[in-house]
């Protein structure tokens, strides 16, 4: 194969990817919390042989999230909390700490706040968040501290990361880290609403037309390119 056809090829396989990121954000555009992402790319130089050129290919080599925060929207549901600054809650599973900034709460058999799916709110201790029996109001103040008419109950952990872009995505709004975790002294928690994803609708459909009709021109160069080599392929015959 020519390498002008590997070279193109690198590209439709980079735009694939592309695609898929950009499928990705626009699936979750009503997901609580979601954080838009985009792929990062760079040059790859080869030298096919000591003589020769050196060849630039297309590479993928990670993503990059948008780490802004999302547009609120008032619930009025008392069980539901919203970042509106940096942070996340820490929530308990099987394999330690996970992190999330998706805030509909719920209670689970145990009076124990869980998130949605199920998995216990952490307070600043570490330990599960329990509502006394009988509690009808819940208060849960700007600063993570959740209060009922029976007195206080505890206080939501929110943390900090140094690199959010080390953060690895698992899916369901929960993230995880090797990174140390950074309290954040003065959280900034809005009870009654809920923070929407931050994906902005027009730009991710803006940016699917134009991988769609990137991926259209170079295939159009590669069929240029094979038909080229099959028209030389026949004339050399000819003259033979």
Do not use: C
Request: avoid cysteine.
């Amino acid at each position: 194969m020519e390498n002008s056809l590997y070279i193109t090829l690198s590209r439709q396989e980079a735009l694939r990817r592309q695609m898929e990121v950009v499928s990705n954000n626009i699936a979750n555009m009503n997901t609580t919390g979601f954080k838009s992402q985009r792929m990062l790319f760079l040059e790859y130089l080869e030298q096919p042989d000591r003589k020769g050129d050196k060849m630039s290919f297309v590479q993928d080599y990670g993503l990059m999230r948008n780490t802004n925060a999302g547009p609120l929207t008032v619930t009025s549901n008392q069980m539901d909390v919203a970042l509106r600054g940096e942070g996340y809650f820490a929530v308990e599973t099987l394999s330690g700490p996970r992190y999330t900034r998706g805030g509909s709460l719920q209670l689970n058999a145990n009076r124990e706040l869980v998130d949605r799916a199920g998995l216990p709110i952490l307070d600043q201790n570490n330990q599960r968040l329990t509502l006394p029996a009988d509690t009808t109001q819940v208060f849960i103040r700007g600063d993570g501290t959740i209060e009922t008419e029976q007195g206080q109950v505890g206080r939501l952990k929110v943390v900090n990361f140094a690199d959010q872009q080390r953060m690895t995505e698992l899916g369901g709004g929960l993230y995880t880290t090797d990174q140390e975790e950074i309290a954040v002294a003065q959280p900034d928690i809005a009870q009654g609403a809920l923070e929407g994803s931050n994906v902005q609708s027009v730009v991710e459909m803006t940016q699917m037309i134009d991988v769609m009709r990137t991926y259209q021109n170079v295939q159009k160069m590669i069929d240029t390119e094979h038909e080229r080599i099959r028209t030389a392929i026949r004339q050399l015959a000819r003259a033979q």
